[in-house]
């Protein structure tokens, strides 16, 4: 154990009396750290259990029933239970995308296409979590929901938002300079004004009853009413939550199968002529690709003659449909290349001559030459109506054309829409392309190539693009084929194509090219079906053309679609006899020999009728071997039979007319049946043609066969090439997916035997064929096994469901089948990657969980037993498993295999093997009951000895059960078919699961996600149709189901544990679908037992993380773990927040009650609630279970002296926000009382957060020693025009020489002794703080209270410490910081930031000195090094330390988007002034607690100087005139509840308060002035009422005034003014005190300091004329004639300038008089003799030196502070 981690070790080895004593001696005292060590002291009366152990759950369902709550309505009411309907199973009709459901027209359909037809229509069946979008995996804080949430939020208003902007300092100053100057119009004519000016300035509005004697009491209940009213309720509203990548627990809704489409192209013909009109010409258009050569989409026929032309043809054309009409067709391109070309095809009428003497005319007319070429033209029109006339239904081909497709989209212009050529809106389009992409269409091969190709292939975004083609190239009819045109393709993208030679074929096609719309009108499917919104069928429709992909698409069948595609390619007639020249190919799809067996299955083209029995081939002239370019297109009938048969009859036209030479003549025939061994038969055929009609009962054998007497043409060879395809829903054309269907519809059918292939099965065959059919699953293709996903694995799940009967065997395929899900599984996982979520779920198997899978005993038409193939009637066995299991088992649940008997090997090779080893082992009683052997006991769950044991219990259940099944009833002997027994799919798969082992073990582990997801559904399933939704919990699932779960989840968490290092990947996926699983059953099963199974989880990771050198990983595995079970939709609920751990709320509990309430037990059993509610101790732990491992986690973690968990305190910390972030919106949670519960969850939070003081983030070093934001400051300084005041000049204003005045470094404990930990990053304390805030906002007062009582004064300090730090943390940054970060941030790189720098330095001095001090003119970019932290420090200090660190900044810049407007500046500044309000309020609610707690107590005071700091920070930070008021009420309560503590005690604080309640009276904002002079007022009164004059606070306001004048730039004395006259109303309304000499000492104290201000600020003025400078300087001076510090330091002062100006007597007489003030005090101070008496030893020199004599009655003793020597 050398490498046990250093905290493992000190929980094991301190003993208590150490620790008492290092508690009593430095350390804080908290509670939490006896905790952490495993003491069992006087702390707690529990067994205390480590941190770092879990405890043991309670076990919920006993407690909700033995704690039936006492309130029977009420809003606590619903944290108890979950809500009743909190599942349900929804059915829910899918969405067809056509108007009528696409099904076969047959009414009778074998059992495979009425399956697959059933798994196209049925309803999605939906498990709906319906309270799941609350819980934190679907309740992300976003960003829209934040604005949501931040609606109505009241504008704060700051004084620093109201100053002037600050972006041209200079004008801003010679601004002030002439408003200030345009007072002298007034009459004073004096800028330096008189009493006379006091005396006539407005006062603020007085606060009423300010001098009323209210009782504190009143004066308490009143202030909180105030605070409380109008607050935000939401505190996260207010805080961005902080940045996470996609949160763990986030696991969408997968999305609803569909059919795929590729990005869709719409493309409109519009018109199509040629320099002469002398005939009808037919166009088709397909898209091709040139690089997989291949057809990529089927042909679109449009006809644009018009209708004279048509008119030609009418004796052969019947009437046209409406559905053949169209002119504009949507393609989809799956694999958007640049090799994509749209190729249109003419041809025209058949008539004699070849292609080019035909295409001839159409290149020497010209339009133009109509009028010279008439008669010419009256000929050519004569013999092309006689063509049509006579050959009317044949077609020669013409001419062709391609258009280059991803020319055209990227000379559109890709984005930029013009709408001026767009017909369809372009709003309609949603996302680019490449969002709507579904991925998994593309393998990973394919994946790689479409990405990496071109950018520009994107179809969705693209201008439309009106095209006009003027060339076509004439066809030759010996380059007809495909080949050919590929290399015509190929050759058309070089520059110097050898078409460009041809001559080419005048004409203008012009068509539109667009993105499609999301949802078109008027629209057919290939099948010709309308697709929804088609208003009306008599408008001319769109076609959507169907796709064949140039590579394999991977998306399940949703539809019923069964095409056939029939391309004759070539025939070679070359050694025929006889004539056999101008050849068509006649095809028909036959379902019979006789001629009219032809079905009307063929698609028409265009201009025709909709279907047609037969298709003819376009003739090419005089050729006997001819190429075809054909495309017949053909709906295949759902139920094939052998009779089934496409039929090719060959013709020979005769184009001349000859007598007694008929049209047509047949030379030649040949066939193809449709089904070979039952399977569709498809692909590339090179055909034999037989020179007669094919004799009977030809169309089951290939035309291969040699048929006697049969007459062939070339000897039997095969000369006629023809290719057909299926595109179909129903056919797999997957010979193992093929073999697997149909064994098992023959197992449904009892069809024996099945012809599969060139097998006959038979019955004593078919379990091992059905074996291997299933393992050969895994070599067919993944394309099909994709496209039957859902139909493959809800069979493979009825074989588990639904074991077979053969031959009387009942046959066990669960493992069979479990293995195959598993391989299928991984196989989609490994090739299809780009398909999933971030949780590496497959989207397409998350699919098929959420909407497909159902139980299969609940299928309305299960097959009903009738006569099979047996002949009699089949009987079932019925035989569920509760009636085979006897009574001793299921009372005793013995165990049929010792673990240790040597005969049983661990893993049966097959379920078979597996019963016979126990028959034979254990043998079988006559009664068909186990005999009981007295195996291993039942051990009750949660106590398994270790994993294994637990795995081998559950392998001896499993033979145990299987065997169970075999039945040796002599009426099974002779039944094949399917038992009905209903095996419970979750039981099996628990079963098989744990019992796996080897490679299928490891390939379900791989994806246990999935079979976690299936489980779950079937458990819901199951409950729901047994109507067991509402039953107790404990009873709702079998107890050998539990213990396979327990079994199972312990197996997987020990996985977890042990290869976490080397499958780092897997063991992710591992642990989160494990959590996952969890959290869902906390909603189906009993909650106490998936507590323990959370427990054995948590059990396995501590156990191994005490001897692991870095636990990070582990640890960090195990918060993901955490945080998804915390997800849960019921987390609160499920955290027993009404448990009476508690002590009795009553509203406001006073002391006296509580006592009462507790007469039956001690108080300290009361106190010890207390306690345990704020601690992580055992019992809190147990009954807020989750709640108690968050904040367990969240104490480990950021224990200071845990090794190696540094880099999770975001982690742990964002957990935390994360929950309460959600709690805080939930609508569940809205109502005050419960929000008291949930915080109730978290209280312990408050102790944790009070360790970690050291550690966090100091805020407050982002503030200059004065105690004011830097983002103030920098503002100050930047107001300095030029060189305006020296740096000594302005001390010496603000009344210091040096910076001698400092304070002590800082309060908080870590300052001395310099912090020994690593801190928190900022964002992280920001979390934790505002975590904080939260719960002591919600919180009951009453509860706090009562801890805060219980607290040590060094526990309250350190709360107060936070609460300090609070203050700093969430100060309000001012508009100007975010308008300037806005403008700053840009400037992205460091080098254009020292730029910057340089062009500010370069200028004058000042402003040199003034970046060079204040580096971060960000704000919030300012980070200094941790010197001190300086509430209250002097006014200046170095400023050497400020640098630009945006990395550690707080506050986050979105740099994402470039400049934000206005707008979003706006109301970032107010969220933020909000957030700053109501975080200080919290503050301030707090405070007063803690006030509360030391007046209720009369003990503590000691900590009233630390309540007071925390205010004091918080009156000198940037803060809302809101804020202010609430705050300087609760000041004015504090100094009346306890005015010695300013006045004798903390006379530093009183200093201090004097200074922020100045500042506040010169505030541009009228209620803050009004505020702050009440406190001002208040205190002189109370001071002088305690000792009868207030000498103190008079210095010190006097010293203030001087610093504020002195420091303060933006400081407008006309403010300050109104102030002083507010405070001379209040002394002349104070009755009380008019006898007394207070009121005239006020005055005199308010003229004084008036005089100081005008003076102050006139010396300001006139920086330029010595003589008034130095006059103002004697003046002030005077002014201090009471604070002798001050008046020494202006004597000083006044001595420099004079001698800087060689004034050396009026300098040596400044002195003398600092000299005699010296010694006045000194002889006050001590009497020696060799000292002066006083300034009369001086008067010999001077005799005004007598005016420095102490004589008023208010100086102050000189041992008293303000006086320095």
């Known amino acids: 154990m050398a490498e046990r981690r250093a905290f493992a070790q000190k929980i094991s080895r301190t003993v208590a009396a150490e620790v008492r004593k290092q508690i009593s001696g430095q350390y804080s005292g908290s509670p939490q750290l006896l905790k952490n060590l495993n003491i069992v002291g006087n702390i707690s009366h529990h067994t205390t259990v480590p941190l770092t152990e879990a405890v043991d759950p309670v076990d919920l369902e006993d407690y909700l029933v033995t704690h039936p709550l006492a309130m029977d309505s009420g809003p606590l009411r619903d944290l108890i239970e979950f809500p009743p309907d909190d599942i349900e199973v929804v059915y829910s009709p899918r969405d067809c995308r056509t108007l009528v459901s696409a099904v076969p027209e047959e009414s009778e359909m074998d059992p495979h296409v009425r399956d697959c037809i059933r798994s196209y229509t049925e309803d999605w069946a939906i498990v709906i979590r319906k309270y799941h979008k609350l819980g934190t995996g679907f309740n992300p804080n976003t960003l829209d929901k934040q604005k949501e949430r931040q609606k109505g939020l009241p504008k704060q208003v700051f004084e620093s938002d109201e100053a002037p902007d600050g972006n041209s300092y200079q004008d801003e100053q010679d601004d002030l300079k002439r408003r200030s100057m345009s007072i002298d119009d007034t009459p004073r004519g004096s800028w330096a004004c008189s009493i006379f000016d006091l005396k006539n300035s407005l006062p603020d509005a007085l606060l009423p009853s300010l001098l009323d004697r209210t009782p504190n009491e009143e004066i308490d209940r009143q202030n909180d009413d105030q605070r409380k009213s109008n607050r935000h309720k939401e505190l996260f509203a207010l805080h961005p939550s902080?940045?996470?990548?996609?949160?763990?627990?986030?696991?969408?809704?997968?999305?609803?199968?569909?059919?795929?489409?590729?990005q869709r192209l719409l493309v409109k013909c519009l018109s199509l002529k040629f320099e002469i009109e002398i005939e009808p010409i037919f166009a088709s258009l397909a898209l091709y690709d040139v690089k997989e050569k291949k057809k990529i989409s089927e042909n679109f026929y449009f006809d644009l003659n018009s209708e004279q032309m048509k008119g030609l043809l009418r004796p052969h054309v019947p009437p046209a449909a409406i559905t053949t009409l169209a002119r504009s067709a949507i393609f989809s391109i799956t694999y958007p290349s640049q090799d994509v070309f749209l190729v249109i095809k003419l041809e025209k009428v058949l008539q004699q001559g070849d292609i080019g003497e035909c295409a001839e005319p159409y290149m020497i007319f010209k339009e133009a030459d109509a009028t010279k070429n008439k008669e010419k033209l009256e000929k050519l029109k004569s013999q092309a109506d006689q063509f049509c006339q006579r050959l009317g239904k044949y077609r020669m081909p013409f001419a062709w054309t391609a258009i280059h497709l991803m020319n055209i989209v990227s000379s559109a212009g890709s984005l930029e829409r013009d709408s001026t050529e767009v017909e369809i809106s372009t709003g309609e389009r949603k996302g680019s392309w490449s969002e709507r992409r579904n991925s998994s269409i593309v393998g990973r091969r394919s994946l790689e190539r479409t990405t990496s190709g071109d950018d520009a292939c994107n179809l969705t975004s693209f201008r439309p693009a009106t095209l006009t083609v003027t060339n076509f190239f004439k066809q030759e009819g010996d380059r007809l084929s495909d080949e050919d045109l590929y290399k015509f393709l190929a050759d058309m993208r070089r520059p110097s194509s050898v078409l460009r030679r041809l001559r080419p074929i005048t004409a203008q096609l012009k068509i539109d090219i667009s993105p499609a719309p999301e949802n078109p009108h008027y629209c057919l499917t290939p099948e010709l079906l309308q697709v929804k919104?088609?208003?009306?069928?008599?408008?001319?429709?769109?076609?959507?053309?169907?796709?064949?992909?140039?590579?394999?698409?991977?998306?399940?069948?949703?539809?019923?679609?069964?095409?056939?595609?029939?391309?004759?390619?070539?025939?070679?007639?070359?050694?025929?006899?006889?004539?056999?020249?101008?050849?068509?190919?006649?095809?028909?799809?036959?379902?019979?020999?006789?001629?009219?067996?032809?079905?009307?299955?063929?698609?028409?083209?265009?201009?025709?009728?909709?279907?047609?029995?037969?298709?003819?081939?376009?003739?090419?002239?005089?050729?006997?071997?001819?190429?075809?370019?054909?495309?017949?297109?053909?709906?295949?009938?759902?139920?094939?039979?052998?009779?089934?048969?496409?039929l090719f009859t060959f013709y020979h036209v005769s184009c001349q007319q000859k007598q007694n030479t008929p049209l047509e003549t047949p030379v030649g025939y040949t066939w193809i049946p449709m089904l070979q061994n039952g399977r569709l038969k498809t692909g590339q055929f090179c055909l034999p043609v037989s020179l007669e009609k094919p004799p009977q009962a030809y169309s089951v054998l290939s035309p291969e066969v040699p048929l006697p007497g049969m007459k062939w043409v070339d000897n039997h060879k095969g000369v006629f090439n023809v290719e057909v395809v299926a595109v179909s829903s129903i056919h797999t054309q997957d010979p193992y997916l093929d073999k697997f269907f149909a064994l098992v519809n023959a197992l449904d059918e009892h069809m024996f035997p099945v012809r599969i292939g060139d097998m006959r099965i038979m019955e004593n065959n078919l379990e091992n064929e059905l074996k291997s059919s299933i393992s050969a699953l895994n070599s067919s293709q993944l394309e099909p096994v994709v496209r039957f996903l859902h139909l493959l694995l809800d069979k493979l799940i009825l074989l588990v469901v639904r074991p077979p009967i053969i031959a009387g065997q009942i046959v066990n395929l669960g493992q069979a089948s479990f293995e195959a899900m598993a391989s299928i599984i991984n196989r989609l996982h490994k090739n299809l990657e780009g398909n999933h979520d971030q949780h590496g779920r497959n989207s397409l198997l998350a699919s098929y969980i959420y909407y497909v899978f159902r139980l299969p005993n609940t299928y309305p038409n299960s097959p009903s037993p009738g006569p099979g193939g047996l002949g009699g009637s089949v009987h079932y066995a019925t035989m569920a498993r509760s009636a085979v299991r006897p009574a001793s088992l299921n009372l005793n649940r013995s165990r049929s295999l010792s673990n240790s008997n040597p005969d049983i090997s661990g893993t049966p090779t097959s379920p078979d093997d597996e019963v016979r080893s126990i028959i034979s082992s254990k043998g079988l009683d006559r009664s068909n009951s186990w005999v009981n052997t007295g195996g291993p006991k039942a051990a009750p769950w949660g106590s398994n000895p270790s994993p294994s044991a637990e795995s081998t219990q559950a392998m001896d259940r499993s033979c145990n059960r299987m065997s169970s099944h075999t039945e040796t009833s002599s009426f099974l002997q002779t039944l094949t078919g399917r038992l009905p027994t209903k095996k419970l799919f979750h039981e099996e798969l628990a079963l098989q699961w744990v019992v796996c082992s080897g490679s299928v073990r490891e390939s379900a582990l791989q994806q246990a996600w999935f079979f976690f997801e299936l489980m779950v559904k079937s458990m819901v399933h199951h409950l729901y149709f047994n109507d067991k939704l509402d039953a107790p919990r404990k009873s709702r699932f079998p107890e050998r189901f539990m213990d396979d779960i327990a079994a199972l989840v312990s197996t997987i968490a020990s996985d977890i544990v042990s290869r976490f290092q080397k499958d780092t990947e897997m063991v992710e996926r591992l642990n989160t679908s494990l959590a996952f699983f969890l959290n869902d059953l906390l909603s189906v099963m009993d909650r106490g037992f998936v507590f323990s199974l959370i427990k054995t989880c948590y059990k396995q990771v501590s156990s191994k993380l005490y001897s692991l050198p870095n636990p990070s990983v582990l640890v960090s595995l195990r918060l993901d773990f955490l945080r998804i079970i915390c997800s849960h939709e019921h987390y609160v609920t499920l955290n027993l927040p009404c448990s009476l751990l508690t002590p009795p709320a009553s509203p406001s509990p006073s002391v006296s009650s509580a006592t009462s309430q507790s007469s039956g037990f001690s108080t300290n059993v009361q106190d010890q609630k207390i306690a345990n509610m704020f601690e992580l101790s055992v019992p809190f732990r147990q009954q807020h279970y989750l709640a108690g491992l968050v904040l367990t986690e969240l104490a480990v973690i950021l224990d200071p002296d845990a090794e190696g968990l540094f880099g999770l305190h975001k982690k742990v910390i964002n957990m935390v926000h994360n929950l309460l972030s959600s709690h805080d919106s939930d609508p569940r949670f809205s109502d005050p009382q419960i929000k008291a519960r949930v915080a109730m969850l978290y209280l312990p939070l408050i102790g944790v957060i009070m360790e970690t003081v050291p550690q966090l983030y100091d805020f407050t070093e982002t503030h200059n020693q004065r105690g004011r934001p830097i983002c103030i400051a920098t503002d100050d300084y930047e107001s300095e025009s030029g060189n305006m005041i020296s740096q000594t000049v302005a001390m010496a204003i603000a009344g210091t020489s040096v910076p001698q005045l400092t304070r002590p470094g800082s309060f908080l404990l870590t300052s001395t002794s310099g912090r020994q930990h690593t801190s928190f990053s900022a964002e992280s304390s920001r979390s934790l703080l505002i975590c904080l805030l939260w719960v002591l906002k919600n919180a009951d007062e009453a509860v706090l209270q009562k801890w805060f009582t219980d607290l040590s004064v060094l526990q309250l300090n350190r709360l107060l410490d936070l609460l300090y730090l609070c203050v700093s943390c969430f100060e309000y940054k001012g508009k100007k910081v975010f308008e300037r970060m806005n403008s700053l941030t840009f400037k992205k790189s460091k080098d254009m930031r020292a730029k910057l720098e340089e062009a500010i330095l370069g200028s004058i001095g000042a402003r040199q000195e003034m970046v060079r001090r204040s580096r971060g003119q960000l704000g919030t970019y300012t980070i200094s090094s941790p010197s001190e932290r300086s509430p209250s420090g002097s006014a200046f200090g170095s400023q050497e330390n400020l640098r630009w660190r945006k990395d550690m900044t707080h506050w986050r810049q979105n740099t994402e988007k470039l400049d934000k407007s206005r707008a979003e500046i706006e109301h970032e500044a107010l969220i933020d002034g909000n957030l700053a309000t109501e975080a200080n309020l919290i503050i301030l609610d707090t405070l007063e607690i803690v006030v509360q707690t030391v007046s209720v107590t009369e003990s503590k005071e000691s900590i009233l100087g630390g309540v007071l700091k925390v205010l004091l920070h918080s009156m000198a930070c940037n803060q809302s005139a809101v804020y202010l008021q609430h705050c300087f009420a609760t000041q004015r309560a504090l100094v009346s509840k306890f005015p010695e503590l300013l006045f004798e005690e903390e006379t530093e604080q009183c200093a201090d308060l004097c200074l922020r309640l100045l500042r506040h009276c010169s505030s541009s904002i009228s209620t803050i002035r009004s505020h702050a002079s009440a406190s001002l007022y208040l205190l002189m009164r109370q001071n002088f009422e305690i000792g009868n004059n207030f000498a103190r606070v008079k210095m010190q306001v006097t010293m203030s005034l001087s610093s504020l004048v002195g420091t303060s730039q933006n400081f407008n004395e006309e403010f300050l003014r109104r102030s002083l006259k507010t405070i001379l109303t209040y002394a002349e309304e104070d009755l009380e005190l008019r006898e007394t000499t207070f009121p005239d000492q006020v005055q005199d104290l308010v003229f004084n300091l008036h005089m100081i201000l005008s003076d102050t600020v006139k010396m300001k003025e006139h920086q330029e004329d010595p003589e008034m400078l130095i006059d103002l300087m004697y003046r002030i001076a005077k002014g201090y004639q009471t604070s002798p510090d001050l008046r020494l330091t202006w004597l000083q002062n006044m001595a420099g300038k004079h001698s800087e100006r060689s004034n050396h007597a009026e300098a040596a007489q400044c002195l003398v008089h600092s000299a005699a003030l010296v010694a006045e005090y000194l002889s006050m101070l001590e009497d020696r003799k060799y000292l002066p008496v006083g300034c009369v030893t001086f008067q010999n020199v001077s005799s005004n030196v007598l005016e420095e004599s102490a004589v008023s009655d208010d100086v102050v003793s000189p041992d008293e502070e303000g006086w320095h020597v």
């Open 242 to 262: 902080p940045d996470e990548e996609e949160p763990i627990e986030r696991l969408g809704v997968p999305d609803v199968p569909k059919e795929h489409f590729g």
């Open 533 to 646: 919104l088609y208003p009306d069928s008599r408008v001319r429709p769109t076609r959507e053309i169907l796709e064949f992909p140039a590579r394999d698409v991977y998306v399940p069948n949703t539809t019923y679609r069964n095409l056939l595609y029939i391309y004759p390619q070539s025939l070679n007639f070359a050694n025929r006899q006889g004539s056999a020249r101008n050849i068509t190919v006649k095809v028909q799809f036959m379902c019979g020999e006789d001629l009219s067996n032809a079905m009307p299955v063929i698609f028409g083209k265009s201009s025709c009728s909709e279907f047609s029995k037969e298709a003819y081939t376009a003739v090419v002239y005089h050729n006997r071997s001819p190429d075809f370019h054909e495309e017949v297109k053909a709906k295949l009938p759902a139920a094939l039979t052998d009779q089934h048969h496409l």
